[in-house]
């Protein structure tokens, strides 16, 4: 089995919250999840950070070429939102 880490650093412009944030940070978790019993997503760091978010999301499977293109697809599906800016990200496989 492989695994496929995929850390994705999220600038967030308009929240004035917390809580708005945590709403946010929730529902792109639970779209991450959404996806299938392969896939585990959590917010790894800058939780009391009001404008910023590190997710990872891990992904398992048998084919490490599988996993990259999973996550690169999620990544670029997550790049695509209006409500914050994916500012970096970082995908290994182990």
Not at 51 to 58: D, L
Request: no cysteine.
């Amino acid at each position: 089995m492989r695994v496929g880490l995929l850390t994705i650093h999220i600038q967030l412009y308009q929240t004035k919250s917390l809580k708005e944030k945590r709403s946010i940070i929730k529902g792109l978790l639970a779209d991450i999840k959404r996806r299938g019993p392969a896939f585990a997503a959590a917010e790894i760091d800058d939780q009391d950070n009001l404008r910023r978010a590190t997710i990872r999301v891990a992904h398992l499977s048998n084919d490490p070429q599988h996993t990259d293109s999973v996550l690169t697809r999620l990544r670029t599906s997550i790049e695509s939102s209006k409500d914050y800016n994916v500012e970096g990200y970082e995908l290994e496989i182990l």
